[in-house]
Structure formats: structure tokens, C-alpha cells
T-cell receptor
Framework: AQSVTQLDSQVPVFEEAPVELRCNYS??????LFWYVQYPNQGLQLLLKYLSGSTLVKGINGFEAEFNKSQTSFHLRKPSVHISDTAEYFC????????FGQGTILTVHP | EAGVVQSPRYKIIEKKQPVAFWCNPI?????LYWYLQNLGQGPELLIRYENEEAVDDSQLPKDRFSAERLKGVDSTLKIQPAELGDSAVYLC?????????????FGQGTRLTVV
């Protein structure tokens, strides 16, 4: 069985500030981790994924995430956010199917 | 490359009526998924197809929900009869299949409102 917990349902932040969206997972099998972004009335778009190798994963739009096996975490970070980053972000764990967290709404204020 | 296409984008029906959603996956993608996304929550898997075979339908409420994937390409998800609690976004996704961790690509979803 696998599950994902996103620790913050909403994260407000000012433009150009750094942000971290937290994600913890549990999985009884090999760990494959993903972050997806969902803009209003849109489907989900892949930001980045961890399959193996380097624990620091870089994705699109300046986002990165770090896999921490001992803490079973996969937190998403961006050093400087833009208004356009306002969206909902989903962490997911996968074996053959994706299991998603509840989502974190990131709101970037001017 | 065209993405996953879903139709309709929006649907409003009265309770107890039937409704169907259609999904056209990315060409060459053998694996197709239907997810249910309730407001304020993450998507939850309803069913996964490998080609035309439903390999995981354990979360599909079979008393009112049905799905098919004829010829292993397009897929249809049906609800009959619809209930008020079925109001949600229904997402279709596809992937090349193969090893775990293969990326899934999502359509824009169908937003269902049952009144």
C-alpha cells in the first residue's frame, strides 16, 4: 500500500519569495515520486519526477525537489516565485498507478 | 504530438439520468487511466487499462459505473444512474506503460454537475 500526505493545504507567498511545498509518502515497494501542477480548469501537468539516482531533481519552471529516504519526504522548492506559479500542486507516489496527495494551493501575491 | 483529449469539458445533468465521458489517449499509449477528482482533493484512481483489458477496477463503483476501451484506444466511462455525489471532475490519463514510474499524461477533464 502507498499513500501521500501533503502537509499544507494552502501556502500564500509574495512574489519573488522562496517557497517550499511539503510532501511525505509511504510505500511498501520501490519509490517513484512525482510532482504535478494543476492550473484552474486544466488537467495535471508534470513538474518533475524522481525514479532513481541523484536525490535532487530539477523540473520545469524553476522548480526542484529533494528525495529524502530517511524522512520519507519529497519536498518541492522554488527560490523565487512568480504570479504565474499560482496553482494547485500535487505530490504523488507510483508503482503502476499514481496515488496522489490532497494537494497544496499555492497563491502568489504581488 | 496531440495530448489526451476528453469530451465533453462540462456536463450538467439531473440526478438519476445517465451520463458518458469519452477519452482519446495519446497515440501509442497502451495504458489508460480514469481518475475521479472531488473538489479540494487529489485525483483518485477509478480504473486502469492495459490495452483493452481492465487490469485494476477495484475502485470503480460497479453498481452504477462502467467503462470500456474498445480496440485498446478510445475509452468511455459511464454513470447510470447519476447521483448528486457524483459531481466532480473526471480525468483521463495515458502512458506508454512498461516499468513503474512511467509518466502519465492527463487530459483537461470533464466537470460533471448533477442537480
Amino acid at each position: 500500500a502507498q499513500s501521500v500526505t501533503q502537509l499544507d493545504s494552502q501556502v500564500p507567498v509574495f512574489e519573488e519569495a522562496p517557497v517550499e511545498l511539503r510532501c511525505n509518502y509511504s510505500s511498501s515497494v520501490s519509490v517513484y515520486l512525482f510532482w504535478y501542477v494543476q492550473y484552474p480548469n486544466q488537467g495535471l501537468q508534470l513538474l518533475l519526477k524522481y525514479l532513481s539516482g541523484s536525490t535532487l531533481v530539477k523540473g520545469i519552471n524553476g522548480f526542484e525537489a529533494e528525495f529524502n529516504k530517511s524522512q520519507t519526504s519529497f519536498h518541492l522548492r522554488k527560490p523565487s516565485v512568480h504570479i504565474s506559479d499560482t496553482a494547485e500542486y500535487f505530490c504523488a507516489v507510483s508503482d503502476l498507478e499514481l496515488t496522489f496527495g490532497q494537494g497544496t494551493i499555492l497563491t502568489v501575491h504581488p | 504530438e496531440a495530448g489526451v483529449v476528453q469530451s465533453p469539458r462540462y456536463k450538467i445533468i439531473e440526478k438519476k439520468q445517465p451520463v458518458a465521458f469519452w477519452c482519446n489517449p495519446i497515440s501509442g499509449h497502451n495504458t489508460l487511466y480514469w481518475y475521479l477528482q472531488n473538489l479540494g482533493q487529489g485525483p483518485e484512481l477509478l480504473i486502469r487499462y492495459e490495452n483493452e483489458e481492465a487490469v485494476d477496477d477495484s475502485q470503480l463503483p460497479k453498481d452504477r459505473f462502467s467503462a470500456e476501451r474498445l480496440k485498446g484506444v478510445d475509452s468511455t466511462l459511464k454513470i447510470q444512474p447519476a447521483e448528486l455525489g457524483d459531481s466532480a471532475v473526471y480525468l483521463c490519463a495515458s502512458s506508454r506503460g512498461g516499468p513503474a514510474g512511467t509518466e502519465a499524461f492527463f487530459g483537461q477533464g470533464t466537470r460533471l454537475t448533477v442537480v
